[in-house]
């Protein structure tokens, strides 16, 4: 049958909703209150409408019912699993597990016996482990769980936990081997079934080795902005193209030797009080940076990258200081970007002075660890919560300047402007080279290191992206730092236990004997991860890039949603959830006015960006249609047989006449239950037509 649904108008706004944990399963006879978004314009008949609560076998007749109850089961323990004192989680002990799931530690190997999946009635118990973070929708598998220094997760089945190997790499660092240990990973050096790694970054053809199920630190390009000499070619070419004025936030750059005539002349210019930092382009940890005040001071026909020194920063007690921001982009196709709200604020050892007698004094003018900790000077600090020594945590300073009546919020949006754009800058190449090297966008991943440092009226100015930043915990500041900081970036990574079809055959792992299966609903579903469009899901890509600056055509690109966009819609909204600490720059509320700055429109930012628009404020009904879809199995369908899911070209008049606000289009419906207490609404009209 057809449902046609007349949707009333809202007669207040919810509120802003935060980030989303995993939500309860609504129940079956809620569950019905959700219909599809009707694609076709609402019908002549709805004067014949009914109840939109339709009974709840309409809708339990197309599901997997054992499915739905396991998932709608998980999600309610894990709700309660994942509950964070003070904002971060603090695993709940379970009472519901079977006795056999149960351990009391992960590092003590010696006590009971690790449970056998045979003796495991049914996948129940394993869906409510807290070993896995479950989706948000039906028929898609739950991802493995991380958790900071101090917590614990349950013990899979050891048939489970042989599939969970780590590749070691010669700079993975404690915190990291820390971190896997409490999830049950093994760390593995020579295995080639590994599922996630960390490691230094390869040559973009390297890419190519790294299989569908497996999980790589780095995206090929990344060196686009993590080098120094790249970066300033990046933002320049932006500034050439958009105006100094839309990224003032990066200081005057030259790259020698190219730039040397350039430089001569603003040298001169500048005057003899001006001072100059000299870097290499392709050093960390503050190697080899120094600063010149005088231009016989730098190297005419060395490979350098000379900057504007910004000689009146912000200080606090005296001393220069930078901040150490990290930056976890899970996509670039659709761009998904995050920012970790707390970081780690480094200050030079020795207070500030701008006469040039001190121009050759590092422990005055660089604020890196590595420098300043071979001061006699330097002061260490291990309370993360205290501003004292000469490392604080983010989240400290920000304390300390609204103690002073600085507006932190006008700074922290004023970082988040200069973290986006400049990922932006890379997102062009960094796609061309993941397409043509990698199997699958879900592979690769990259954590950033962004160093930001404060003028003395506040401005933030970018210093220099890492592609590798320290993770080294020398300190209990730098543990509770890093260790949430990573728990919350391997969450939104969503790294899941493998298809086993995807892993090596017998022959190349050495094995005689038939691999145990993974149940079916906690493994990766290889129809979630097709990359393969049907023409119609072809064509409306190709319909919507071309009309990217046409709003009227443009608003109505959510009027049909096709399997594809079904499934990245449902990656988006389960990624976000599991982001804990890390806020999402893009795509967000505001992401229409970072559309001007891509060098190509990419569909799936175009889709992404709508959603966010529509549903932002109202995430309730954003996942309410969601689970309905995916409650019919309409994401795991390649191709659909539902013409209602086929996309085809929106009527001309209707696209060009109707404004986003006055067109008639589908839109899904909340229950009372699980809409927020500030809507008003009148409960919607179903009319129901015998196919």
């Known amino acids: 049958m057809k449902i046609h649904i007349r949707y009333p108008s809202f007669s207040s706004t919810s509120p802003s909703s935060s980030r989303l944990l995993p939500l309860r399963e609504e129940s079956s006879e809620n569950a019905s209150d959700f219909n599809d978004e009707e694609n076709d314009e609402v019908s002549s008949h709805d004067d014949r409408g009914v109840a939109l609560r339709l009974e709840a076998s309409n809708l339990e007749a197309r599901l997997d019912d054992s499915d739905d109850e396991v998932v709608s089961t998980s999600r309610s323990k894990s709700s309660q699993a994942i509950s ?154 932006m500034q050439a193209k958009f105006g100094r004025k839309e990224l003032d936030f990066v200081p005057q750059t030259y790259v020698l030797p190219g730039d040397w005539e350039l430089l001569k002349r603003d040298f001169e210019e500048a005057g003899p009080k001006e001072k100059w930092i000299v870097k290499p382009p392709a050093s960390a940890r503050g190697n080899g940076i120094r600063l010149a005040g005088k231009l016989t001071q730098i190297p005419k026909k060395r490979a350098v990258v000379v900057q504007k020194y910004i000689s009146r920063p912000y200080l606090i007690n005296d001393s220069k200081f930078d901040l150490r921001l990290y930056v976890y982009v899970t996509s670039f196709d659709p761009l998904r970007v995050y920012l970790y709200e707390d970081g780690l604020t480094r200050f030079a050892s020795r ?77 062009d190449s960094v796609n061309t080279l993941i397409k043509s090297n990698c199997r699958r966008k879900y592979c690769v991943h990259e954590l950033f290191g962004f160093d930001v440092i404060l003028d003395d009226r506040l401005k933030p100015y970018i210093i220099e992206v890492n592609i590798s930043p320290s993770l080294h915990s020398a300190s209990p500041l730098d543990i509770s730092v890093k260790s949430n900081m990573l728990s919350d970036l391997f969450n939104a990574a969503g790294i899941m236990l493998p298809d086993l079809l995807e892993m090596d055959t017998p022959e190349e792992t050495g094995r005689t004997h038939k691999p145990v299966p993974i149940p079916k609903r906690l493994r990766f579903d290889r129809r979630l991860g097709s990359q393969t469009l049907q023409p119609d899901e072809r064509a409306k890509h190709a319909f919507y890039v071309q009309k990217v600056s046409n709003p009227s055509i443009m608003s109505t690109i959510l009027d049909i949603l096709t399997p594809d966009d079904i499934r990245m819609l449902i990656e988006i909204e389960d990624e976000h959830t599991r982001c804990g600490g890390f806020q999402r720059l893009f795509p967000s509320h505001n992401s229409r006015h970072y559309l001007k700055y891509f060098e190509t429109p990419r569909y799936y930012n175009l889709l992404a960006v709508d959603w966010i628009e529509k549903y932002g404020q109202r995430s309730q009904q954003g996942l309410a249609l969601l689970r309905l879809l995916t409650a019919q199995k309409i994401h795991l369908q390649n191709p659909t047989e539902n013409s209602k899911f086929k996309w085809s070209a929106p009527d001309p008049f209707r696209a060009m006449s109707a404004s986003p606000q006055k067109r008639t289009r589908a839109a899904p419906c909340v229950p009372e239950s699980a809409s927020h207490s500030s809507l008003s609404r009148t409960p919607p009209v179903v009319a129901v037509e015998s196919s």
């Not at 002990?93 to 351990?103: Q, V």
């Not at 999946?117 to 039906?138: C, G, M, Q, W, Y």
């Not at 050759?360 to 919560?385: A, G, Q």
């Not at 400290?396 to 002073?404: I, V």
């Open 84 to 237: 964070k004192s003070q904002g971060r989680s603090q695993v709940e002990s379970k009472s519901g597990i079977k006795a056999n799931l149960k351990s009391n530690s992960l590092k003590s190997k010696s006590r009971d016996r690790a449970p056998s999946l045979s003796r495991v009635h049914s996948d129940r118990d394993l869906l409510e482990s807290t070993a896995f973070i479950p989706s948000l929708f039906n028929h898609v598998p739950p991802v493995l769980r991380f958790v900071p220094d101090g917590e614990e997760v349950d013990q899979l089945p050891l048939e489970i936990r042989k599939y969970l190997k780590w590749k070691l790499s010669p700079i993975t660092p404690n915190v990291i081997k820390d971190l896997i240990a409490r999830s049950g990973f093994k760390a593995t050096k020579n295995d080639h079934t590994w599922l996630g790694t960390w490691g230094k970054h390869m040559k973009s053809p390297m890419f190519k080795s790294i299989r569908e199920y497996q999980k790589f630190n780095h995206v090929p390009g990344s060196f686009q902005i993590g080098r120094k000499d790249r970066l300033w070619r990046t933002l320049a070419a």
């Open 351 to 427: 207070k500030y002075s701008s006469s040039m007698k001190d121009i050759s004094d590092r422990f005055i003018h660089l604020t890196n660890f590595s420098v300043n900790k071979n001061n006699s000077d330097y002061t260490p600090n291990d309370d993360e919560n205290a501003c004292i020594g000469h490392k604080w945590s983010l989240a400290a300073l920000w304390g300390y300047l609204k103690e002073r009546g600085v507006d932190t919020d006008k700074i922290w949006e004023e970082i988040k402007d200069l973290v986006l754009k400049t990922i932006i800058g890379a997102e």
